[in-house]
């Protein structure tokens, strides 16, 4: 998902600057793909989310 977001809607901000995003979630952002059946199969549970930089510089974690 971060990296579909990323290339869809890249963000351009400031150094020292920052921004509000909303990020709209449907079904088939917290699925996962099922081989033997060819379809998206919706996930349940909790999802972590973590906003940063790049992947190694996570400045924000949270759950879904």
Wanted: aromatic share 8%; with cysteine; net charge neutral.
């Amino acid at each position: 998902l971060l990296l579909h977001f990323w290339l869809c809607h890249p963000l351009h901000v400031k150094a020292g600057a920052s921004e509000k995003v909303t990020l709209q979630l449907d079904e088939r952002a917290l699925s996962s793909w099922d081989a033997s059946k060819h379809e998206w199969a919706p996930q349940s549970g909790t999802f972590q989310v973590m906003v940063g930089a790049s992947s190694r510089d996570i400045r924000l974690n949270g759950q879904l």
